[in-house]
């Protein structure tokens, strides 16, 4: 297993706090880098282009100061969605690499050119995949680790067990890898390093907290939910997703639409998929553990003590 460097000597905890769509801004990234967790935003919250730039600055900016005071401040990465429907592509690759982010996120899509683009200033590129055939093709592409979104994972995940996800994916990968999917304690995230990960991927754990973007009914509902409030369905985005049950139903979705894909169309661009997660919200199954939604800095503090007690448990 390998670490990258620009993680070692720095985090507090091995996590990531994820990008997620119209969740994740820089409020929510420099807490999670002045706490000790990296942390990444979606190019595409940042509404228009022209924001991205200014997001990433108020982000430099937060991290200079810190290391000016010579405190922690962990690395940070951008979500770039490499599918055709994605117009600001191009756009927000060149915005990237003028600011040099650290890591990039790749999702859906091959990696190839974004991995060019980012080695070629020294960055680092993550690619994010649900089976292990596209974790091989991310690899031959020349992308440093790889985030295995396994079952339970919010937003887009896939269906296959961490267990099984990671294990079969260190068969033929040593270099740095991250598992996503259901982790919301300290327990979970050293269980992660225990089944072979370096780091583990926090997404809806992050939702609940003061910085986040999530309206306070969304935050709400996560507290309130347990694991079968959450719906696999592809009907949202055209890709299957997880999403909290509530918020599916107040939006008019029926149990037939949700499995059949009756009643809605599937989203077609990026505009109208905005539209449809504002009040569609997702979230994985790891919101059986969250009860309330502290700032960034209480959260991270209570995950490390639990990170710690789980290092500490004696095998049998």
Known sequence: MSLPDIFRGVLRLPVIAAPMFLVSGPELVIASCRAGVAGSLPTLNARPASQLDDWLSQIETARDEARARQNIFAPYG??????ASNPRLSEDTDIVV??????????????????????????????DVIHAHHARKAIEAGVDAIIAVAAGAGG????????????????FWDGCLILGGAISDGYAIRAAEVLGADLAYLGTRFIAT????????????????????????SVISGANANFLLPSLTAAGYTGASLQTGVGKAVLKDLAEEARAWRDVWSAGHGVANIHDAPDVATLVERLHGEYLAACQTPAL
Do not use: C, W
């Open 210 to 233: 003061t910085e986040a973007r999530a309206q306070p009914a969304y935050k709400q509902m996560l507290i309130d939910a347990r694991a079968q409030d959450i719906v696999y369905t």
């Open 98 to 127: 003028r600011h040099r982010v650290p890591f990039v996120i790749t999702s859906l899509g091959h990696p190839g050119a974004i991995v060019e683009a980012v080695h070629a200033y020294g960055g680092l590129v993550f690619a």
């Open 156 to 171: 887009h995940a896939g269906a296959q067990s961490p267990f099984a996800l990671v294990r079969e994916i260190r068969e």
């Open 78 to 83: 951008i979500n770039l969605i490499l599918h």
